[in-house]
């Protein structure tokens, strides 16, 4: 395990870091790696991503944050929402402050483009230590049942108004790749421990 202070650089990822992009993801997220990186993979090539960042030491590609559009189906509008996913860092160097200044970052180019809120889907434990609230104490419903509820989570950011209330719409990617919340067994355990 790398020391609990990266001296990793956050940016944007240039077109040499696609496989290093691709590897991380991989690694991140063990069984379900390959996966997640060829889901991010088509996001990435319909052109819904908002913003995406790296985090990148010694020339090798240590992090990974991704935006991507959604919407929430509020009472008055559609708006056009982000999510955060997926969120790697390579395994080796987990608990290094990496994932912490990738979210910050990450809620930080939200902000700079104008989004009310960023959703995302993970563990509370993790998230609310950086700032993630439960959405649905903002009235904001995750787009599957299979999500519990304590692990859909939200930053509401500047532009967010009390009205701005619903359930979150994913784009078809999501569901095309079967990565919205999760499915049985592992749906039932985490229910359980809840």
């Known amino acids: ?22 590897a991380v993801i991989t690694a991140a997220f063990g069984d379900e790696g390959g996966k997640i990186a060829r889901l991010w993979s088509d996001v990435v090539g319909r052109g819904l991503v908002r913003a995406e960042l790296v985090a990148v030491e010694d020339d090798r590609v240590v992090g990974h944050v991704g935006l991507s559009h959604a919407w929430l189906d509020a009472r008055s509008e559609l708006l056009d929402i982000l999510v955060l996913s997926p969120l790697s860092v390579a395994p080796d160097q987990q608990k290094a402050g990496i994932g912490a200044a990738l979210l910050a970052a990450a809620v930080k180019e939200a902000g700079r483009l104008g989004a009310p809120v960023v959703v995302l889907e993970g563990d509370p434990g993790y998230y609310s230590r950086h700032g993630w609230q439960p ?7 995750a787009p599957s049942p299979r ?14 108004e009390p009205w701005m209330t619903g359930r979150v719409v994913y784009r078809d990617v999501w569901w095309e790749h079967d990565a919205t919340g999760l499915r049985d067994p592992l749906l039932a355990q985490v229910e359980m421990s809840l």
Not at 11 to 16: K, N
Not at 147 to 160: K, S
């Open 1 to 22: 395990m790398s020391s609990a202070t990266t001296t990793a650089t956050v940016r944007p990822p240039s077109e040499a870091d696609r496989d290093g992009v691709a």
């Open 135 to 141: 959405a649905s104490s903002y009235g904001i419903e």
């Open 147 to 160: 999500i519990p509820e304590p692990a859909f989570q939200l930053v509401a950011l500047p532009g967010h």
